[in-house]
């Protein structure tokens, strides 16, 4: 499972690691935990990174609507898992 390491707005990195990944209307969204296995919290990023952009920029999903729509994805992608 790939790691990425973020940075919050007060500087702290916080580890979290790619579950599952993919893209709707050209955007890509990533489905990342705290945990590599067992129960952990999950949040669904956004990639707003320009071509432009030395680092990759992402952001979580909070609109509800985009997250039910990006949620009903990761849920079909991971349906034969024991991951959801």
């Known amino acids: 499972m790939n790691k990425i390491t973020l940075t919050s707005d007060e500087g702290e990195n916080i580890e979290l690691y ?7 209307g050209g955007v ?13 919290d999950a949040w669904i990023l956004k990639d707003e ?3 432009e952009d030395d680092e990759a920029l992402f952001t979580i999903v909070e609109d ?6 990006v949620a009903g994805v990761f849920s079909e992608l991971l349906e034969d898992t024991d991951i959801v």
Not at 29 to 37: D, G, K, N, P, R
Not at 64 to 69: C, N, P, S
């Open 18 to 24: 790619i579950v599952e990944q993919t893209t709707l």
């Open 64 to 69: 509800e609507t985009e997250l039910a729509a």
């Open 49 to 51: 990174s320009g071509k």
């Open 28 to 40: 890509n969204y990533y489905l990342a935990t705290e945990e590599e296995s067992g129960d952990s």
